[in-house]
T-cell receptor, first 115, second 112 residues
């Protein structure tokens, strides 16, 4: 059974701080790892990572994947109150057959950024 | 803009009622999924479908059923709602090849 574990489960910081969110996984046949941000409504896509060592960046957010050690990190620099959200890590793994793009999610990290 | 639409944002139902949660996507995606989201547990897969009239159980299918009569619509059915089914329900769709999901806005269901 595929498994994704995120840490920490919650984090409280002040504006301007830098945060690192962790995601470790165990899957049968890894295809990709995805990060989502969820505010009050639908999770929205941040990054998809398929190869080790290639850092993906979008403004103050960046993410990197280590396929040897089976983890990914999501970094947010110079945090703002608008970064307050649940951050979800998910893995697309083929469980020995056709997975139809089925994602396994971690528990999520609740990030709160105070002014 | 592509969309996944869930019919209700908030829903309150009584124990024992039959509950229908509807999800419609306009992206011609093959895959559709139903998850429930609970604090500390993340998103857990209830059922998914990769084609019309096809369905597969996810990790927690007990107490639920699904229907996919048309490609764009995927319904989640709670046959006899119970209080432990109080949760946020998220629908998502994707292409058959995967490449990530598009989510609906969620339905917060309370069973009293």
């Amino acid at each position: 059974e595929d498994k994704v574990v995120q840490s920490p489960l919650s984090l409280v910081v002040h504006e301007g701080d830098t945060v690192t969110l962790n995601c470790s996984y165990e899957v049968t046949n890894f295809r990709s790892l995805l990060w989502y941000k969820q505010e009050k409504k639908a999770p929205t896509f941040l990054f998809m990572l398929t190869s080790s060592g290639i850092e993906k960046k979008s403004g103050r957010l960046s993410s990197i994947l280590d396929k040897k050690e089976l983890f990914s990190i999501l970094n947010i620099t110079a945090t703002q109150t608008g970064d307050s959200a649940i951050y979800l890590c998910a893995v697309d793994g083929n469980a020995g057959g056709t997975s139809y793009g089925k994602l396994t999610f971690g528990q999520g990290t609740i990030l709160t950024v105070h002014p | 803009d592509v969309k996944v639409t869930q019919s209700s944002r908030y829903l309150v139902k009584r124990t024992g009622e039959k509950v229908f949660l509807e999800c419609v996507q306009d992206m011609d995606h093959e895959n559709m999924f139903w998850y429930r989201q609970d604090p500390g547990l993340g998103l857990r897969l209830i059922y998914f479908s990769y084609d019309v009239k096809m369905k597969e159980k996810g990790d927690i299918p007990e107490g639920y059923s699904v229907s996919r009569e048309k490609k764009e619509r995927f319904s989640l059915i709670l046959e006899s709602a119970s209080t432990n089914q109080t949760s946020m329900y998220l629908c998502a769709s994707s292409l058959l090849s995967g490449r990530g999901y598009t989510f609906g806005s969620g339905t917060r269901l309370t069973v009293v």
